[in-house]
């Protein structure tokens, strides 16, 4: 990530551990994306052993890690923003 905000000039880390709250954002996330991914084989793929369930959900967690951390960060900054 930058350092600043390219179009407000926001420093992204005002103080160490800032964004240790993101953390539970990230978190809510990963959850969110193990339900569906797990909603989607169970009624799409006619409910499949737990190997195929644990393999799919970790991949699919694995691909989407970049958009679950970048975007954590940024709605974080979202809810703790004082404009």
């Known amino acids: 990530m930058h350092a600043n ?5 926001l420093r992204y880390e005002k103080e160490p551990g800032n964004f240790y709250g993101a953390m539970y ?3 809510g996330f990963s959850v969110g994306i193990f339900l569906v991914t ?3 084989l169970y009624h799409f793929f ?9 393999i799919t959900i970790s991949l699919v967690a694995l691909v989407l890690f970049p958009f679950n951390f970048r975007y954590s960060r ?7 923003w004082k404009s």
Do not use: E, K, Q
């Open 5 to 9: 905000c390219p179009s407000c000039n």
């Open 25 to 27: 954002v990230s978190y």
């Open 38 to 40: 797990a909603f989607i």
């Open 46 to 54: 006619s409910d499949p052993t737990l190997s195929v369930y644990l």
């Open 74 to 80: 940024v709605i974080f900054l979202y809810l703790i």
